[in-house]
């Protein structure tokens, strides 16, 4: 990635006459879109996202946009700071200029990384094959299938991106990808309001024969107008990821505590459990309750968002961990992580148990309200060598994306991952779905952690459709 310090002069010189006032049109023309979208000022937008993040988003790609532009009057800003100050640079800034010159802002799906080194970048606008970007520092928080929005350049012998970059969510980026590709099914006058939403002035007739890079040339504001509007609401309405157990419930945290019926003893409850093989012993006064069969998802499970995120426990032998029994003084604590599974829970409770316990009471809590519940400290973790961490992680990770496979996934339809691969579009959309499993996981996770460090590659041969991890 280009720093911004190799263009230095050529900031300079643009702010001046004639350039100022071009370039505070086009950043304008970045900018008001999403002005218009989320009622906010432009001050109110800088605010929002902050001022350094704005400086190296939002103005650096209008900034760009600005540099490839000819006006009216034929007029380029980088043709004209090299005619009259390209002297003062040197041969490698003034290549990099005119490649930026003629550069084209699109839209990249990010794979192959090699830290400090470089990663590959597949054009999602215009195909082709993914093209190997030599780069340092974007490196280093990259993510696996990221889609950002770049410049990609030559520049010598090194293939490059330029400074402005925007790093799209995915729900953003398809949404980008497709406005493109319902554009030409709009009728003139509805390509006209796009236009105007986007801060163009369209001929319909002309924008018809452009070819994608000079259509991509101009829609570029388009690009901030998405990712800034995204950037906004985020900021605004931080979001709570959409967390399901194995079973497709919203996780909720209940606790249903039974006290003991006069007279009844610990013996008493754990001569009850033992006879019923879904309650394993943890602990002297604990047990797992498990599933003995395959978890079935719940009749909603097709509306929930395919966003979603499943958060499961399961023990070596492959069982569903549905939750914890503990028993007490003079209570028994049964701990689930859903409103059905409580209510399962405590009738599957009470009729073992019967007259051995009285009637329940029971607590819930939200995910919001865990978080917002959260002390200071974390727990103390416990102190297990860092490569045996890892091996106990991976393990667990194993096991559960191996059941995941034979799972139904809103994603795809409600099929399960290796029903859909069974067709051609259904092994293309299995592929997405792997791709932003793989991304939200190492999102998820600090760097270098197990979590970041888990291979998903055997999910790809085990599904046939290695060609298409590219």
């Known amino acids: 990635m280009a720093s911004k310090h190799l263009l230095q002069g050529l900031i300079k010189w643009s702010t001046r006459e004639p350039w100022r006032d071009r370039f505070e049109e086009i950043l304008e023309d970045h900018l008001l879109p999403a002005c218009d979208e989320t009622d906010l000022e432009i001050?109110?937008?800088?605010?929002?996202?902050?001022?350094?993040?704005?400086?190296?988003?939002?103005?650096?790609?209008?900034?760009?946009?600005?540099?490839?532009?000819?006006?009216?009057?034929?007029?380029?800003?980088?043709?004209?700071?090299?005619?009259?100050?390209?002297?003062?640079?040197?041969?490698s800034v003034r290549t990099y200029m005119a490649a930026l010159r003629n550069s084209t802002m699109s839209l990249y799906?990010?794979?192959?990384?090699?830290?400090?080194?470089?990663?590959?970048?597949?054009?999602?606008?215009?195909?082709?094959?993914?093209?190997?970007?030599?780069?340092?520092?974007?490196?280093?928080?990259?993510?696996?299938?990221?889609?950002?929005?770049?410049?990609?350049?030559?520049?010598?012998?090194r293939t490059q991106i330029c400074g402005g970059v925007l790093a799209f969510e995915h729900d953003t980026s398809e949404a980008f990808l497709e406005a493109l590709r319902g554009f030409d099914t709009l009728s003139n006058e509805e390509k006209q309001e796009l236009a105007k939403a986007i801060g163009q002035d369209f001929d319909d007739t002309a924008i018809a024969d452009l070819s994608p890079t000079?259509?991509?040339?101009?829609?570029?504001?388009?690009?901030?107008?998405?990712?800034?509007?995204d950037q906004i609401d985020r900021a605004e309405a931080p979001e709570i990821p959409d967390l399901r157990n194995a079973e497709g419930d919203e996780l909720v945290r209940c606790e249903v505590r039974y006290p003991l019926a006069a007279g009844t003893t610990a013996?008493?409850?754990?001569?009850?459990?033992?006879?019923?093989?879904?309650?394993?012993?943890?602990?002297?006064?604990?047990?797992?309750?498990?599933?003995?069969?395959?978890?079935?998802?719940?009749?909603?499970?097709?509306?929930?968002?395919?966003?979603?995120?499943?958060?499961?426990?399961?023990?070596?032998?492959?069982?569903?961990?549905?939750?914890?029994?503990?028993?007490?003084?003079?209570?028994?604590?049964?701990?689930?992580?859903?409103?059905?599974?409580?209510?399962?829970?405590?009738?599957?409770?009470?009729?073992?148990?019967?007259?051995?316990?009285?009637?329940?009471?029971?607590?819930?809590?939200?995910v919001e309200q865990v978080m917002a519940s959260r002390g200071a400290s974390m727990p103390k973790q416990p102190d297990i060598p860092e490569e045996e961490?890892?091996?106990?992680?991976?393990?667990?990770?194993?096991?559960?994306?191996?059941?995941?496979?034979?799972?139904?996934?809103?994603?795809?339809?409600?099929?399960?991952?290796?029903?859909?691969?069974?067709?051609?579009?259904g092994r293309i959309k299995v592929a997405d779905w792997l791709k932003m499993v793989e991304n939200r996981t190492a999102k998820s996770a600090a760097r270098d952690s197990a979590m970041a460090n888990y291979s998903f590659g055997w999910l790809w041969t085990e599904l046939g459709i290695n060609e298409l991890r590219r």
């Open 43 to 91: 001050d109110d937008i800088v605010a929002t996202i902050g001022e350094d993040l704005f400086m190296s988003t939002v103005w650096a790609c209008a900034f760009e946009d600005f540099l490839t532009r000819e006006f009216d009057d034929g007029g380029n800003a980088i043709d004209d700071y090299l005619k009259r100050r390209g002297w003062k640079e040197t041969a």
């Open 109 to 157: 799906e990010v794979s192959d990384i090699v830290r400090d080194t470089s990663f590959r970048a597949r054009d999602l606008v215009r195909g082709g094959e993914p093209v190997l970007i030599s780069e340092r520092a974007a490196t280093r928080t990259l993510k696996p299938w990221d889609r950002i929005a770049a410049r990609v350049v030559q520049v010598g012998p």
């Open 214 to 229: 000079e259509r991509l040339r101009a829609i570029s504001t388009m690009f901030t107008t998405f990712w800034l509007i």
């Open 267 to 366: 013996n008493d409850i754990d001569a009850a459990l033992e006879a019923y093989p879904e309650f394993r012993r943890a602990s002297a006064t604990s047990w797992s309750w498990v599933g003995l069969a395959k978890p079935v998802a719940a009749s909603d499970a097709g509306e929930q968002s395919q966003q979603s995120l499943t958060l499961e426990t399961w023990q070596e032998d492959g069982a569903l961990v549905l939750g914890n029994v503990e028993l007490e003084d003079k209570a028994l604590v049964l701990a689930v992580n859903s409103r059905r599974r409580s209510d399962r829970g405590c009738a599957t409770l009470s009729e073992i148990l019967g007259r051995r316990i009285g009637q329940p009471s029971v607590k819930t809590e939200s």
């Open 389 to 425: 961490r890892c091996a106990i992680i991976h393990d667990h990770m194993d096991r559960h994306y191996r059941d995941t496979l034979d799972q139904p996934v809103p994603m795809l339809g409600g099929e399960t991952p290796r029903a859909a691969v069974k067709t051609d579009s």
